[in-house]
């Protein structure tokens, strides 16, 4: 059922954190810092750096995430073409492998996630751990390269992973779901968005933290109608999938629910600059809102084209364009401009657990996060803890068991449920609001 749900904002203290605390440590700097009479408790907090063998003529990057601190300055990702896979044993620690774009293509919408999994998982080291074993955390920088996604996955399952995060983008992580599959080793992707996550066809051990476009296109047309709008606008932009199913869908809503549409255009990096014209300008002066689904570079185009030409109607973005490179201060004179979104990341989010998984997210990057995708890495925690110590054991059969059992599972970011599916098909979105420059919380919509 749709519906509106509110809560009253909060605010997160401003935590003075120890940098050294949550620094990345490297594989060859931990490897000489052991000596036998430290084994038996440095095992516990090591991390083993994995990356391609020179023989595979690859050297992927990898971070150890650890709640042990050094005092030497060190590197986020080690360049190493010859690491030892050491397996780490299962007495000594439960593995899981994080595999996500870093810098690349799909970092705008990988990293938040990934980060935030991370700062989650030190906060669960730093209570006690997981069935009273700590959790090692191996972190890949994917890069958006299959060779590199393909060597990772190698690496982490004969390191002994029993989770790996992998990238929002199915094409990218195809290889290290093939390697999962083969291996039986639980995956599961903060953000992507294929039906054939839901369907369980990418794997049985295969789950999304998120749902298809199609389903955020239907709700923003469903919040619009809630907020008594009754003629809209409609951008699109035609060069991505996500975002043409996006508007799709939220069209078809509209039509469904009774409400107009005065433009429906598509738009990209060449035809942005068309939409400035004085007849799609004349037919939006009695639309209520403008619709955009778009991710951010041709958003932000569009968004520029439009303010800049004067044209003030009401915009509200889908969210396709939540992103960690998205930044209102980017569009001078944005005004009336609102975005859904996972989270909020103002302080405001009116649930308690998001404004702490805020400061989790602060102790890992040393930043606040950028985009409200940076809830779903902390959704994916608590859900993976959750079925971890409900299964009693991280073995990953017995995880996804439990995991497929679930009809509700209260959440970082609020109520979820894969209604029997593999991807999350409900939760609670929130709309932001550009306010200064900044999006702030304005109101929940759980559906």
């Known amino acids: ?53 020179s023989s595979e003529g690859e050297g992927t990057e990898v971070a150890a995430e650890t709640a042990s601190s050094v005092s030497e300055t060190t590197t986020v990702f080690q360049d190493a073409t010859e690491i030892i896979v050491e397996r780490i ?8 492998g994080v595999i996500i774009d870093e810098e690349n293509l799909m970092s705008p919408h990988d990293r938040q996630a990934g980060v935030s999994f991370v700062g989650e998982i030190n906060k669960l080291n730093e ?39 992998l990238t929002c983008e199915l094409d990218y992580a195809a290889p290290a779901v093939r390697r999962a599959k083969e291996a039986e080793v639980l995956v599961i992707s ?46 699109w932009d035609n060069s991505a999938p996500e975002t043409i199913q996006e508007c799709s869908s939220f069209k078809n809503r509209w039509r469904q629910l009774g409400g107009r549409t005065t433009i429906d255009k598509a738009i990209n990096m060449v035809t942005a600059t068309d939409i400035i014209n004085a007849g799609d300008r004349a037919r939006t002066l009695d639309a209520d809102s403008i619709v955009l689904c778009s991710f ?42 609102r975005l859904l979104s996972f989270a909020s990341t103002s302080n405001d989010d009116p649930y308690s657990e998001v404004r702490d998984a805020a400061v989790n997210f602060v102790s890992v990057d040393g930043v606040p996060p950028a985009s409200g995708r940076f809830i779903l890495g902390a959704d994916l925690a608590k859900l993976w803890v959750y079925a971890v110590n409900a299964a009693g054991t991280s073995t990953s059969t017995a995880v996804a068991e439990e995991i497929k059992s679930l009809e509700t599972f209260d959440a970082v970011s609020g109520p979820i449920s894969f209604e029997g599916t593999q991807s999350v098909l409900k939760r609670v979105l929130r709309v932001l609001q550009q306010v200064d420059g900044e999006m702030v919380f304005q109101r929940t919509w759980e559906y």
């Open 1 to 53: 059922m749709t519906g509106m749900r509110s809560g009253n904002s909060g605010r997160r203290t401003q935590s003075d954190l120890d940098a050294g605390t949550f620094r990345k440590i490297n594989f060859a700097t931990i490897h000489l810092m052991r000596s036998f009479s430290q084994c038996v408790i440095t095992l516990l907090l090591s991390v083993f750096l994995v990356s391609c063998s």
């Open 89 to 96: 044993n299962d007495e000594d620690t439960i593995v899981v």
């Open 127 to 165: 209570t006690g751990g997981l069935l009273g074993k700590q959790v090692t955390v191996l972190r890949v920088n994917s890069e958006s390269r299959l060779s590199v996604v393909d060597a990772a996955a190698k690496k982490l399952i004969e390191a002994g992973a029993q989770l790996l995060v």
């Open 190 to 235: 903060p953000c992507a968005t294929e039906t054939e996550w839901a369907a369980g066809s990418v794997d049985k051990l295969a789950f999304s933290m998120t749902t298809r476009a199609q389903k955020y296109g239907v709700e923003m047309a469903n919040i619009l109608w809630d907020e008594g709008n009754r003629t809209v606008g409609v951008l």
């Open 296 to 337: 951010n570079r041709v958003g932000t185009l569009a968004l520029q084209r439009i303010r800049g030409a004067g044209w003030l109607t009401p915009v509200i973005a889908g969210l396709t364009m939540d992103s960690a490179a998205f930044r209102p201060l980017d569009i001078s004179g944005i005004g009336d401009f």
